[in-house]
């Protein structure tokens, strides 16, 4: 019972894993839409330059024409250009400087010892001029308001009151100075300097300018700019059908959508929007498990591909709806490319291409713009399909990036010269998005390589590390099975060659290859590629441990490929190689040594499964072909061409290559390679007659 209930979990899930699919599914659908905009989108798109080919446009209401953005940065230009800077009269300057001269004056003419009575007068005389120019006012002038010119106008603030003046109107010290000098005369030149350099010390400018106020009135005034020109009345006529959207026209059709967009967010039933987002998620989820059901039911069962599509396809949507809410400059900035790269490298072109143009149809419905976004995102994606079709080196990557970056230049060029009709009006800063797409594209690398170890898939970037020779485990097959890893490699050029040409995974295939055999490192010399002596172990075993020590080296390369945690896509080629064929050597020696006992098949019988795809069918066939190559004691051109004439046409009617999808015409492909391949092996001269 313990066991049991350590184990519900697994039992629960096998129970329920067809429906776990649906659920996901539901879960996908949720948070896709959860994110999305709520508000009614806007029905038209438009374009300047372009010609309005839908119906007469009436407008259902009445709404103001907006500015553009430069119409209304120019109007705050000009606006600010009327704001004269703000200074104010402080009369706390002017008495604070007048009493001070007072001071310094009695301090001043005593310590000189003149005549009092003078003082009476000088001082009276001087104090009246200072009065004169404070009362007119001094200015402290500010470079940033002369803009290249000497006098410039303010405005005057005093009690509360703003008055229009001109600097020319009123003192500088400078000038207050020279007036003073001009005004106060003495025959006595040591008092005139005396009382002259007085006054120089206490003049100083009561006119400030304050700019805390200035900032307000100019803020206040750039914010009261009107951002509209013009109102379009209910049932006034928009743009008529056939209409070339000019510049005027083109104003009001953004002011109508702006407008309508703001009313949506209040008026528009938020339920509905999501309703409609609901049927169409669901409606594009559907066509997709759909399209796996009935093309790819490998994916369909499987729970974890099944959930990391899903993922990727909520990733990309998710992405898009940060892009809106956050208002980006482009939309263009998302690697939208990110989506076919993966799918591609972790399954196959057909899934990439579909599940790519499956998430540009539903981002196409938030997007301004969306044919032209579908177009560059569509064409895009299946250059990025194509570009990484034969993925055996990770330098593809970048030269998958240039490729994408040249899409994306070609549907660039061509669509601004449809719109403009002129190089010159390209506007190349707008090309920007593009790149960083590009290279935000090459996330996709790590990207692989997680969900790699997250769900269990082999991509080809992993099949290619598996594949290196100085790989430890292959090392040790060198090492301990040299006859193997020899005929391991033989048997990979053979299987990669012919699957190259009828159509599959190479990659796999030849990783397949070097790996099949990997069960034989435990018992080396029992296999006859590694026995150097005329004298085989086998002579001493009865017929049926021999065989069982041959089946066994299936059931051994499952158990270390587990165990060095190789992908399940590699043990399925030792699983299948030898399908569920018999040791017929072993088992025709025991009917004819024994013939009067009962005979088990099933003891001479390897376990199977028999293989289920072009790569194991075609890895079967080249190694059955090499191993039976290498009993020839005279390799021609005839014997070769009998063998493997022989071989396959064994597995044929063993029924070995009923679950493969290999054609008639994939097979004698295969024939004429594997024929053409161990001529050029054994130094054969071809004659093609004989291997047509």
């Known amino acids: 019972m313990a066991k049991i209930k350590k184990n519900s979990h697994k039992i629960l899930y096998r129970k329920y894993s067809s429906n776990l699919k649906y659920v996901m599914m539901l879960i996908t659908v949720f948070i896709i839409t959860l994110f999305l905009p709520k508000q009614p989108r806007f029905r038209y798109e438009f374009e ?3 010609v309005w080919l839908n119906k007469d446009l009436i407008s259902p209401f009445s709404f103001a024409i907006l500015k553009t953005n430069p119409q209304v940065t120019i109007d705050k230009k000009n606006a600010l250009k009327d704001i004269l800077p703000i200074y104010q009269l402080d009369k706390g300057i002017t008495d604070n400087a007048l009493e001070e001269f007072a001071n310094e004056f009695d301090i001043k003419w005593k310590s000189t010892q003149l005549d009092e009575k003078d003082k009476i007068v000088y001082k009276s005389t001087a104090l009246k001029l200072l009065q004169f120019i404070y009362a007119k006012g001094i200015i402290g002038l500010n470079v940033k308001h002369q803009n290249g010119e000497k ?105 109508y959508k702006a407008t309508y967009d703001a009313q949506t967010k209040t008026i528009g039933s938020g339920t509905l929007v999501y309703l409609g987002q609901v049927v ?58 990110v989506v076919p790269i993966i799918i591609r490298i972790l399954f196959d072109t057909r899934l990439a291409l579909y599940l790519h143009i499956l998430v540009i149809l539903i ?20 250059v990025a399909i194509f570009s990484i079709k034969n993925f055996v080196k990770r330098e593809r990557f970048l030269v998958s990036a240039m490729f994408i970056l040249m899409a994306y230049f070609v549907s660039f060029v061509g669509i601004a010269l449809l719109r403009e009709g ?26 692989i390589y997680l969900f790699e170890r997250i ?26 099975a040299p006859g193997t890893f020899q005929h391991s490699l033989q048997v990979a050029n053979l299987a990669e060659a012919a699957i190259f040409k009828i159509g599959g995974n190479s990659v796999l295939v030849r990783a397949g290859a070097l790996y099949h055999d990997i069960g034989k490192v435990d018992n080396p010399q029992y296999f006859i590629e590694n026995q150097n002596t005329a004298i085989s172990p086998h002579d001493k075993l009865p017929y049926e441990q021999s065989a069982q020590i041959i089946i066994q080296h299936v059931h ?16 399925d080629f030792i699983r299948t190689h030898h399908g569920n064929t018999r040791v017929d050597y072993f088992y025709q020696s025991f009917l004819k040594n024994s013939p009067e006992k009962f005979v088990d098949e099933n003891i001479f019988r390897y376990p199977g499964p028999i ?15 090499e191993a039976a190559s290498r009993s020839l004691k005279n390799p021609d051109a005839q014997n070769i061409n009998d063998i493997v004439e022989r071989i396959i046409n064994y597995k044929l009617e063993q029924n070995q290559l009923d679950n493969c999808d290999l054609t008639l015409k994939d097979i004698e492909t295969i024939k004429l390679i594997f024929k053409t391949m161990l001529m050029s092996i054994y130094h054969v001269r071809i004659d093609y007659q004989q291997i047509h």
């Open 48 to 50: 300047k330059g372009k």
């Open 151 to 255: 006098n410039y106008d303010f405005s005057l603030l005093e009690n509360n009151v703003s008055k229009q003046k001109n600097t020319q109107d009123i003192f500088t010290a400078e000038s207050a100075l020279k007036y003073f000098k001009a005004n106060f005369t003495t025959s006595n030149q040591v008092m005139n300097d005396l009382i002259t350099n007085l006054a120089e010390d206490h003049i100083a400018p009561n006119i400030v300018f304050n700019e805390r106020l200035t900032q307000i009135v100019q803020t206040n005034t750039v914010n009261n700019v009107s951002t509209t020109k013009g109102m379009v009345q209910k049932g006034e006529l928009i743009v008529a059908k056939n209409d070339m959207v000019d510049d005027e026209i083109f104003q009001k059709l953004d002011s």
């Open 280 to 337: 169409l998620v669901v409606f594009i989820l559907t066509i997709l498990m759909s399209f796996l059901f009935l093309f790819r039911r490998d994916i369909f069962e499987d729970n974890r591909q099944l959930s990391l599509i899903l993922i990727v396809t909520t990733g990309m949507l998710l992405a898009l709806t940060w892009a809106l809410k956050m208002n980006i400059g482009s939309l263009y900035y998302i690697p939208f490319c």
């Open 363 to 382: 981002a196409g419905f938030f997007v301004a713009n969306s044919f032209e976004f579908v177009f560059y995102q569509v064409t895009a994606g299946m």
């Open 422 to 447: 002129s190089f010159r009006e390209i506007e190349w800063i707008n090309f920007v998005p593009f790149v960083f797409s590009v290279l935000l594209s090459l996330l996709a690398y790590p990207l």
């Open 455 to 480: 769900f269990g898939i082999t991509s080809d970037v992993a099949l290619i590390e598996l594949t290196n020779t100085n790989n430890k485990l292959l090392r040790e097959l060198a090492f301990k």
């Open 556 to 571: 051994k390369g499952i158990e270390i490929l587990r165990k060095n945690q190789i992908p399940e896509a590699i043990i």
């Open 611 to 625: 293989p289920f795809s072009k790569e194991t069918g075609v890895l079967m066939l080249a190694d059955s072909v």
